[in-house]
């Protein structure tokens, strides 16, 4: 094998490569720090110690382990390989055998990382010789296993945030056992918990620990990550507790060699050459893409130009066999593999052994994964990390700047435990498992107490009679909630064949996504194949999709709309104003475009006729004072242009600030915004509900915008391009956009050049018409309050007698009572009064009955051809009905609500009309009706109705009822209430 610096050589010798090569820099190796003496309480584990061949731990295992025997939780953020799986290990394997006993829960982000900790915990028990047990939980353990897992629970449960969030919360009663002796929570690879699924994580944390309280415990937290900006506060907003951080490292480092490729033609070939100049020099090498196709693309290239590589190197990727990625692995530790290349997928966990050289083709997104990629080699070897820059704004910026792959801090990464949209997700899951408790602390958070208020008013919580706590109204509202998603998901499903029992399930897209990415006619990418959408289902929420093989792909044209719902704070900057606020964003696809996949050439447009489709999120926008625009406009630069090349080139830069993905974060720019009435430019979150990101650069958003013009400026295009300006995710196909004029604006907005002062631009500005007065406010006149009229009858004969429900009209009248508040009184109508009767409710503003539009009007059918259904009304049933999803009986509102019991039924009023007691039936005839005026006169002051859920617990059935509001609502609904059929 050759040495890296041989290899150097090597790479200096290719003409392509030597060219590109625009940066080296050695970053030295580093001795161990070790720790003195192995913490009190952990003696009795030094056999497993000895098992890995340590006599000394490092610093930030002990100081963390030092930090648990004190109670604390801890979080550790240390580079790859420094030792973090001990530092939970180890106490897990001490709370086990303890007496009495304490159980683990490990959470691992993906599977395949779960089943090798597995491994390494239980040879690390083997070595101490006491009785252990561990278990993995998850999609894959079969029915029978699961059962004995929860009956006899492990010492170690390991599982995934989605299996405890759907498998295992949700049914802890069931685990108890496993609940009543948990002391230990082990969150590993804590970064990649940020952005949506952190957010839902936040939430599923949260409920862990009000399920371990419910059974008696409050478990020690020990999160592991990769070196991140803040691994104490993503710890805490992912857990709702407090930290200890521990990042001093104290793990060795060999000496390293940093290379920065900028090739002129394709990095991918660049690196394909790089790749097997290393492996040419017997080099282990490990190239990290960013796509899954060019993972492929690269090893198919490699092959081409050196067929004996074919047994000695590999891909690997999400999308491959759990066996074939554990034979993959197995290969590159073992040696026998060369080299690989990998998607982000090798970047987590899995031990590959000592490496030599990464290639990183395309700057990983951000520091965090740039070392934690760059950490898999080094370990025991000199070795190299090679970064091949793509031609976007962000990779461009750092080959100009490439001192900043090493000085420059580690990222934030966020998680908004906040977010509506995620706690109106989670609060009911919650509630299912326990009621919330009023004295809750999570429900002290003002968001969270919204989010109940607003649940309750939906019907998806049901509060108590006492009002100190809520339900679910489902018994699993789990199920409609995934944590990779907001909001529901549409399934793509290929369904060609008719003669398959259910259409081939592709995949699940987000309902936000559903109408830019799988409109009809769009290509949709799955695994390196496409798929025609041929229809979207929105009621079934399914996306019909065939395989084709074209040459192109598609893109929509959209427009967005930006509506500022609330401003939560602002702050003067440069020469602008900054602000924070809730956003709505209102997205209308007006057609799409089909581009060659190569060159990019447009092979024509086709319209669609969509719903927009909307969302409410965070935002943070620029308030551009109206000097700039003059400004640019007297020079005769493009104002739209300027400032949407500024949003594309900032949106780039984004992720050198906080950690995030592609989609996290979107904008909009508008010249002249309507409620501003100026120019602005929107930076948000690209989820719906928000995700802390926008809002987490507010103190900081002069360094993006510096960093832009630095980035626009030093771009050696002329007129913008992808390395500056330009953006893949464009709605408008990247037009206006100007170049010259987005430098100019942006040294305006950040002060550079002072603000001209309007006046002095050449410019015919029409002035704008001065405001009118407000028209004047049209006398009020007293009106009225509506007139209600309570209303219930009992008929002569029962439905079986008229042969069925669908009958009613001939049941009969056998009385009817009426309250009518304007009148204020009670009136009894025989069925001679019928027409009267009928004549008293069209009177009304609002006829109000329980069950009346199936049953009572019905019955009136038998005496007149006017459809009452066309009465502005109110049925109360229907009420129950919408909020509830099931009906319940008068007499249960009643009992339960008023306290008070009915004083018999229809059927008992029938029997006594035959008995001729009229008066019997009018006074029980007359309780309903009063019973229905007490109803409805508690709901509209209280803003509910008690009844008795199926569980047996007496909640409020939330009913705010305003007497306007239906009024209006029953008027619309029925609005020609005089027309008359022809009969
Ligand atoms: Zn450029
Ligand atoms: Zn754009």
Redesign the pocket.
């Known amino acids: 094998m050759a040495s890296i610096a041989t290899s150097r050589d090597r790479l200096r010798r290719e003409p392509a490569l030597a060219d590109a090569l625009c940066h080296e820099q050695v970053l030295p190796g580093r001795a161990p720090v070790h720790a003195e003496a192995l913490p009190a309480g952990f003696e009795l584990l030094k056999p497993v110690l000895e098992r890995h061949g340590i006599e000394h731990l490092y610093v930030h295992q002990a100081r963390a382990l030092e930090g648990l025997a004190h109670g604390r939780n801890v979080a550790l953020s240390t580079p790859t390989a420094s030792g973090k799986t001990l530092v939970y290990n180890l106490p897990a394997l001490r709370n086990a055998l303890a007496d009495p006993p304490g159980r683990a829960l490990y959470l691992f982000p993906l599977k395949a990382l779960a089943r090798d900790q597995l491994q390494r915990l239980e040879a690390d028990a083997a070595a101490l010789g006491v009785p252990f047990s561990a278990a993995i939980y998850d999609g894959d353990t079969p029915q029978s296993r699961r059962r004995k897992i929860r009956e006899q629970p492990p010492d170690v449960l390991i599982t995934t945030p989605d299996m405890l969030h759907a498998g295992i919360l949700p049914h802890h009663v069931s685990w108890e056992k496993f609940f009543r002796s948990l002391s230990l929570i082990v969150v590993d690879e804590l970064h990649a918990y940020r952005g949506v699924f952190g957010s839902h994580v936040a939430q599923v944390l949260r409920r862990a620990l009000r399920v371990a309280r419910f059974h008696g415990r409050t478990p020690q937290i020990v999160t592991a990550s990769a070196t991140i900006g803040n691994a104490g506060e993503l710890a805490a907003g992912l857990t709702g507790e407090p930290f200890q951080v521990v990042a001093d490292d104290g793990a060795p480092r060999t000496r390293r060699h940093l290379w920065m490729l900028n090739p002129d033609g394709s990095p991918y070939t660049a690196a394909a050459r790089l790749f097997r100049t290393a492996v040419g020099c017997g080099l282990r090498t490990l190239a990290f893409t960013k796509a899954r196709r060019i993972t492929e693309l690269m090893h198919a290239w490699i092959l081409e130009a050196e067929p004996a590589l074919r047994d000695r190197i590999s891909s690997y990727r999400a999308g491959f066999l759990p066996s074939e990625r554990r034979e993959i692995e197995r290969r590159l530790f073992a040696g026998d593999l060369l080299g690989v290349i990998s998607t982000s997928a090798l970047e987590m966990g899995i031990d590959v052994g000592a490496l030599d050289v990464c290639i990183l083709v395309g700057y990983p997104g951000s520091q965090v994964s740039l070392w934690q990629r760059g950490g898999r080699v080094g370990r025991e070897r000199e070795a190299a990390i090679a970064l091949v820059a793509q031609p976007d704004a962000l990779d461009?910026y750092l080959a100009h700047h490439p001192q900043l792959l090493v000085d420059r801090a580690y990222e934030h990464a966020v998680v908004d435990p906040g977010n509506p949209e995620l706690l109106a997700a989670h609060l009911p899951c919650a509630a299912a498992e326990s009621p919330l408790r009023g004295d809750e602390a999570w429900l002290a958070d003002p968001r969270v107490a919204e989010a109940i208020e607003r649940l309750e008013a939906d019907g998806a919580l049901l509060r108590s009679e006492t009002g100190r706590e809520w339900f679910a109204a489902r018994r699993r509202p789990h199920r409609d909630v995934s944590l990779r998603n907001v909001g529901s998901a549409f399934t793509i499903q290929d369904d060609r064949d008719p003669d398959a029992e259910r259409p081939v399930r592709i995949g699940s897209i987000g309902a936000g996504m559903v109408w830019s990415e799988c409109h009809e006619g769009a290509i949709y990418l799955h695994r390196g194949r496409q798929f025609l959408v041929t229809r979207v289902d929105a009621t079934e929420q399914t996306v019909s999709v065939r395989p084709v093989k074209v040459d192109y792909y598609t893109r929509a044209l959209s427009e967005k709309e930006t509506e500022i719902l609330s401003r939560d704070r602002a702050r003067p900057a440069g020469n602008f104003r900054l602000v924070q606020g809730r956003v709505k964003v209102t997205t209308f696809i007006r057609g799409f475009e089909r581009r060659r996949v190569h060159g990019q050439d447009l092979l024509g447009t086709e319209k669609l006729e969509l719903p927009p489709s909307s969302f409410e999120t965070t935002g943070v926008w620029i308030e551009i004072p109206d000097e700039i625009p003059a400004a640019l406009k007297a020079e005769k630069r493009h104002v739209m242009g300027g400032i949407h090349a500024v949003e594309h080139a900032a949106l780039a830069l984004f992720p050198l600030f906080a950690l995030c993905d592609r989609l996290d974060v979107a904008g909009i720019s508008h010249t002249k915004h309507p409620q501003l009435k100026k120019a602005a430019i929107f930076l948000y979150d690209g989820a719906p509900g928000g995700l802390g990101l926008v809002a987490s650069l507010f103190d900081r958003f002069e360094s993006l915008l510096e960093t832009t013009l630095e980035r626009?400026g030093d771009?050696?295009?002329e007129e913008?391009?992808?390395?500056?300006?330009?953006s893949p995710r464009c709605g408008s196909g990247n037009r206006p956009l100007d170049?010259a004029s987005a430098i100019r604006a942006l040294g305006l907005l950040l002060g550079h050049e002072p603000l001209p002062a309007i006046e002095t631009l050449e410019l015919a500005e029409t002035a704008e018409a001065a405001p009118t007065e407000a028209p004047p406010e049209p006398e009020t006149r007293e009106t009225p309050p509506p007139r209600l009229v309570f209303f219930d009858l009992e008929t002569q004969r029962s439905a079986q007698e008229v042969g069925g429900w669908h009958n009613a009209h001939l049941m009969r009248v056998a009385l009817a009572v009426t309250f009518d508040t304007r009148e204020g009184r009670y009136r009894t109508w025989y069925e001679a009064d019928v027409a009267e009767l009928i004549d008293q409710l069209k009177g009304a503003d609002l006829v109000v009955g329980f069950n009346i539009k199936r049953f009572d009007y019905r019955v009136l059918r038998g005496y007149t051809d006017d459809d009452l259904g066309r009465l502005a009304s109110f049925d109360m049933l229907d009420a129950v009905h919408a909020r509830l999803g099931y009906r319940l009986a008068l007499a249960h509102l009643a009992e339960e609500t008023l306290g008070i019991g009915k004083s018999g039924d229809g059927l008992q009023s029938i029997a006594w009309w035959r008995e001729g007691l009229r008066e019997r039936v009018a006074d029980y005839c007359r309780r309903d009706v009063e019973i229905l005026c007490q109803l409805f006169d508690h709901a509209v002051r209280e803003g509910h109705l008690i009844f008795r859920t199926k569980a047996g617990e007496r909640v409020r059935l939330p009913a705010r009822w305003d007497v306007a509001e239906l009024v209006e609502t029953a008027r619309a609904e029925g609005p020609e209430r005089d027309t008359r059929r022809a009969g």
């Open positions: 461009q626009i771009c050696a295009c913008g391009c992808p390395a500056c300006i330009h170049k």
